[in-house]
């Protein structure tokens, strides 16, 4: 018989879904969590809903760069908040570059997972953010009240203090280790390399260049240290017969011949505009993310594993396409064409401040759909990004339907020739199955 002193708590919360999980002192072997894997995930969503809409009326809208970052840390600190009262799950600490050992419950105490994610959420949000205003921080004060209350009525002040405690530290050791990891905005002390075929500041605004030093920037795997994507199978040429100059023909044969459904689609993709226009990236990949767990009604234990591989994805596949082009260096379409082919044509939309290979959309969100891909199947999807103002979604077959769109609208925006978006889905698609390979939670 089993001494009731190693008995381990088992409470079933009415609104969460969430389970409870205790250790107690006295045990000869290490306790054994219920498996809250099959809770319910509300909590957790209406988490990043509340984000979502936080960011979604901020002028000017945030660092698309930056915010990624954020969002990947947060969803490693989320698994790490729950991952104890999910039976089998391993530790994040051992796979990932340089991260530091997380705090562990205390035993003898019981925990109530819903607080602990609630806890740390709140808090991560709060501190990675730092563009929130005030009446931003009182409604995150207030998201989490509201779920320590319900928490609270099932399963007591005590434990959902614990279990606040404990998320707070996980959120608190994350924070710590993100302020380590060398990210790196400015462009100050970049001097543009000059060869044929280089990049150089694009129309209209000739802005300076964004994500130089990404490539610095700590990865959240070790393999992305030196990751980067392989060379063009053509060389730069200005000879009308090279491939090169086919290439850019293409784009500017797309361009000069746009349908109006291509060109919604190339900003449907664009996300631009501002506040009340546009939404701030990552809003977009992270809506697709929530659609894809909430028609396939994923648990508590698949949400908090598919948020931290979609993290890891959004931390290290910027890293790597902004290594890759600032490696490359590569002259984009529109002054290319200008110089080239024909002085007066304009790109659909404004040219991002950066190098033209790989792409950045795609080597951005390709990981993170990949991810979706191997967690959840190539599935239909429905991208409902801008339900906000009145627009009607967009359907698809499958995931990588929905990749291929992504990857062809930066061709009728103007900004990518057509051999640029194949490659970088297929290094995408590679980085995404990589990070799908981790093993977290037994299957």
Request: proline share 8%; aromatic share 12%.
């Amino acid at each position: 018989m089993i001494n009731r002193q190693t008995v381990t708590h088992l409470f079933v919360l009415f609104f969460a879904g969430l389970l409870v999980f205790g250790c107690k002192q006295g045990t000869t072997e290490p306790p054994q969590a219920p498996d809250a894997s099959q809770a319910k995930a509300d909590l957790v969503f209406d988490w990043y809903k509340l984000m979502a809409k936080l960011e979604l009326r901020n002028n000017p809208q945030p660092v698309i760069l930056a915010n990624n970052r954020n969002y990947a840390y947060v969803g490693v600190g989320l698994y790490e908040a729950v991952r104890p009262g999910l039976r089998g799950a391993e530790g994040l600490s051992s796979k990932l570059y340089q991260m530091p050992a997380m705090p562990a419950p205390a035993q003898g105490q019981d925990f109530v997972w819903g607080a602990s994610a609630n806890a740390a959420l709140a808090s991560l949000f709060k501190q990675l953010f730092v563009n929130l205003s005030a009446a931003d921080k009182v409604r995150i004060d207030s998201l989490e009240t509201a779920y320590n209350d319900k928490l609270t009525a099932v399963a007591g002040r005590a434990a959902v203090d614990q279990s606040q405690a404990f998320g707070r530290s996980v959120a608190t050791t994350i924070y710590n280790w993100s302020s380590t990891d060398n990210f790196n905005l400015s462009s100050q002390g970049y001097v543009l390399p000059v060869f044929p075929g280089s990049w150089v500041l694009t129309p209209p605004a000739f802005a300076a260049p964004v994500g130089c030093y990404i490539k610095d920037s700590r990865p959240f795997l070790a393999s992305s240290l030196t990751a980067t994507a392989p060379p063009l199978p053509f060389p730069y040429s200005e000879n009308p017969s090279s491939a090169f100059y086919q290439e850019a023909m293409a784009v500017y044969q797309s361009g000069r011949t746009l349908t109006s459904d291509q060109r919604d689609i190339a900003r449907w993709w664009a996300d631009a505009g501002g506040a009340g226009v546009g939404v701030p990236a990552p809003y977009h990949t992270l809506s697709i993310v929530a659609q894809v767990m909430a028609s396939k009604q994923a648990t508590l234990g698949q949400v908090v594993e598919a948020y931290a591989k979609v993290g890891i994805a959004m931390k290290d596949g910027p890293i790597n396409t902004f290594r890759a082009k600032y490696q490359y260096n590569l002259i984009r379409p529109v002054t290319y064409i200008n110089r080239n082919i024909d002085p007066t044509w304009v790109a659909l939309l404004a040219t991002p401040p950066y190098p033209e290979y790989p792409s950045g959309l795609v080597g951005i969100t390709a990981p993170v759909m990949q991810v979706l891909v191997r967690e959840f199947g190539d599935i239909p999807v429905t991208d409902n990004a801008y339900g906000w103002r009145g627009s009607a979604p967009r359907q698809y077959a499958s995931i990588s339907q929905m990749m291929e769109e992504q990857s062809i609208s930066r061709i009728y925006a103007g900004f990518h020739y057509p051999s640029t978006q194949t490659i970088s889905l297929q290094v995408g698609r590679s980085l995404g199955n990589t990070i799908a390979d981790l093993k977290l939670l037994p299957k």
